[in-house]
């Protein structure tokens, strides 16, 4: 009997190893995946451990795994009180240091002096005020010293106050803030549509003579601003309150005031 030659069947498709190798890859590649996401950094905390780290002041509370050549003489130092601790300001410089801060005198309060000594000597007490606050010193001038209605040129009546508080202000560091104000009636000209432009220049004009007649004042120790009728200092229901809220305060401050 003739046997039969057994033939292979030819298969169609990628070889069963292939299929295999591919899922052994992507496998690999989603472990892969998975660690680069367990291994993403919160730099927050990551800053926070950093700067443990490089403040030495931590290993001041803990004993050092190494031995020291010679531990009996840093002990009898920290006996003996002579601990550099490089941290610790010095008692004897924090004492100085605060009995200067306390002998230094305040200078607004001669500046406040100086300014009353002033009004009473040239009776401008009706149309300026002085006060001391926790701002500084503020100076209210009313319109009629130093403008006319609607205008933001300097008088001549008001330039002999303005002169002194420039000489008074040549013997202090403080910074000083000029505000303009205004009272509620609308004003619409070509040079000053409104209120906000009016109030704004006339804070300008007060420095610009203040720093023109005293040129030792440094520009950057003054700031201008305008209020318009936003910051009333009375209400605006008659001809003297008006008068009233038409001013510039002039605010001297303290040392330990920003503008």
């Not at 619409?188 to 420095?207: C, D, F, H, K, M």
Request: net charge negative.
């Amino acid at each position: 009997m003739k046997r039969r030659d057994k033939t292979l069947k030819k298969t169609s498709g990628i070889p069963k190893w292939m299929s295999t190798y591919a899922d052994m890859v992507t496998l690999i590649l989603v472990f892969f995946v998975l660690l680069f996401s367990m291994s993403q950094i919160n730099m927050v905390k990551f800053d926070a451990v950093a700067e443990s780290f490089r403040n030495r002041m931590i290993f001041d509370f803990y004993p050092s795994p190494l031995e020291e050549a010679n531990p009996t003489e840093k002990a009898s130092i920290e006996e003996n009180g002579e601990s550099s601790n490089e941290f610790e300001e010095p008692v004897e410089a924090h004492k100085l240091e605060s009995e200067n801060v306390v002998s230094q005198p305040d200078n607004l309060d001669e500046i406040i002096k100086e300014v009353e000594r002033f009004l009473e000597t040239n009776d401008l007490q009706d149309i300026i005020s002085a006060e001391r606050t926790d701002r500084g010193v503020v100076l209210v001038l009313q319109e009629q010293l130093l403008f006319k209605t609607g205008e933001a040129d300097i008088l001549k009546s008001g330039e002999p106050f303005l002169q002194k508080i420039g000489e008074l202000l040549e013997q202090i560091p403080n910074y000083v803030k000029v505000e303009g104000h205004t009272d509620n009636r609308p004003i619409s000209t070509y040079q000053y549509p409104s209120n906000w432009e009016l109030s704004g220049a006339r804070a300008g004009s007060v420095i610009r003579f203040v720093t023109s007649k005293n040129e030792n004042i440094n520009p950057a120790r003054l700031s201008a601003v305008g209020y318009a009728d936003t910051r009333p200092s009375a209400p605006n229901n008659s001809e003297e309150n008006w008068e009233k809220n038409r001013r510039v305060e002039i605010i001297i401050l303290s040392s330990d005031y920003t503008p």
